[in-house]
């Protein structure tokens, strides 16, 4: 069962998170106490915030006078409901809510604790309004029965006293990667973990080489919840025992063994042995930044509605170009590329900043190949 | 101090991906995280701590110290010139 610190760190998240995709403050980066959080939130990102905590613990929207208000009503309506729901955005844009139930989330933190143990501390790098971080930071504390520390997710610090044996360090692959690029080491004993998105054998064995003395990788999605795990790189998924599966369809199904509902997995996937997993290709056309799914062609859509495109594409970049979203524009007549300064603050309007393409290119045409067919750029 | 802005302005020219965000015209005192300054996120300041330690010798010891220096380029230039160590 959450208490109502749990609630209060979920919603201090989401404000911070808020912030940082509205890129209205550096608060979002580095503080972490509630009431400044509270008192710095511009009324339209109060709103949302708002909203989207009436859809997490599952309330009628209305407006609090201040942050603990809102965490009573919030933590008086999870005890209500027994649920917390996760919110992700589709394709479309629209708000999709996730359901997971207080026997969902203690099942799964039952197989996730065998994982850990013995441990002392939870190192906590990532936000707990999103599922990996709840079920992480929030559920598997209390599982295991360790304190929990929050760190801001910066890669140059003093990690080496930060850090103590039987750490449990909580990150995404993103995060590790800028981790082993600032040169820094793990004392021993420290066991590191990553999910959200796979990651790359080469930042596994840094990590390994770096001196962790587990790397510990989480399959799954805020829809399923964890579905599988591995310790080492280049491996299989192991599935977690609470999931029965089954191999009748074109596609493997899922089902949680006390639930009477089966689920396709996060993504298309490679079955063997009936317990082990590899996932191949995402099933929709999303892609992650910094761990969140983001989807290229909402930015397109967001794009081709300023007056100057006449015609664009937006893709991630590949590994060596970067970890973002770039753009390619074909503009209407009239307009140059100088629009570019106008056209970033018209995106402003309507991305989030992990969407927002961070290299333009300019053409006369969308690129093509020899043969007529679209190719990359 | 306008020695180490220009320093800070190169830096970020050619360590951070600005989206075509011309620094030069970008004042001292506007924020760094906000879409009223340069528009930098969560990505950039891991970017930026990087570029950081490595130029300067900075590593960031609290989260207090991250808020404050990383509000603008003055208070960043503030931060560097006192904590660099090279």
Not at chain 1, 128 to 140: D, P
Not at chain 1, 201 to 230: C, K, P
Not at chain 1, 250 to 258: G, I, N, T, V
């Amino acid at each position: 069962m959450l208490n109502r610190n749990d609630i209060s760190r979920i919603l201090n998240d989401l404000f911070r998170t808020e912030l940082a995709t509205g890129q209205t403050d550096s608060l979002a980066v580095f503080d972490v106490d509630n009431d400044q959080v509270w008192k710095s939130l511009p009324e339209d990102i109060k709103l949302i915030c708002e909203e989207k905590s009436a859809l997490i613990f599952g309330y009628m929207m209305r407006s609090f006078s201040s942050f603990e208000r809102m965490t009573d009503y919030a933590y008086a309506s999870y005890l209500k409901n027994q649920q917390i729901n996760f919110l992700m955005k589709d394709a479309a844009g629209a708000t999709k809510i996730y359901t997971h139930t207080t026997n969902m989330v203690w099942d799964e933190s039952r197989a996730l604790s065998v994982l850990f143990k013995p441990a002392n501390r939870i190192v906590s790098l990532v936000p707990t309004n999103y599922f990996y971080g709840f079920m992480f930071a929030v559920i598997l504390p209390h599982a295991l029965q360790i304190p929990v520390v929050t760190l801001p997710a910066l890669p140059v610090q003093s990690w080496q006293t930060l850090l103590q044996s039987g750490d449990v360090v909580i990150g995404i692959p993103l995060f590790w990667n800028y981790w082993l690029r600032g040169n820094n080491h793990f004392p021993t004993g420290v066991c590191a973990v990553s999910s959200t998105e796979l990651c790359p054998d080469s930042t596994v064995t840094g990590l390994l080489n770096a001196g962790a003395e587990r790397f510990i990788e989480i399959y799954g999605s805020t829809q399923t919840g964890s579905v599988a795990w591995r310790e080492k790189p280049n491996s299989l998924f192991e599935i977690f025992p609470f999931w029965d599966i089954s191999l009748k369809e074109k596609e493997p199904l899922l089902r949680r063994a006390h639930l009477n509902f089966w689920q396709h997995l996060p993504d298309h996937a490679a079955i063997k042995n009936e317990r082990f997993l590899y996932p191949t290709t995402r099933f929709d056309t999303g892609v992650k930044i910094a761990g969140i799914t983001v989807y290229p062609k909402r930015v397109e859509a967001a794009l081709s509605s300023h007056p100057a495109v006449k015609a664009c594409r937006v893709r991630l970049m590949r590994p060596e170009e970067g970890n973002r979203l770039k753009a390619f524009i074909v503009l209407n007549e009239g307009f140059g590329p100088e629009q570019i300064g106008e056209i970033r603050s018209y995106l402003n309007q309507y991305l989030t900043a992990h969407e927002m393409p961070r290299t333009f290119t300019f053409g006369e045409m969308l690129p093509t190949g020899e043969t007529g067919k679209e190719t990359d750029w | 101090m306008q020695q180490i802005i220009s320093e800070l302005k190169s830096l970020l020219a050619s360590g951070i991906n600005l989206g075509g965000l011309d620094i030069s015209r970008v004042r001292a005192d506007e924020p760094l995280f906000s879409k009223q300054g340069l528009g930098l996120d969560s990505i950039d300041a891991m970017e930026l701590c990087l570029l950081l330690q490595k130029r300067f010798g900075i590593a960031l010891e609290t989260i207090q110290h991250g808020r404050e220096a990383f509000n603008t380029l003055t208070t960043l230039a503030e931060f560097v010139e006192n904590n660099r160590t090279r």
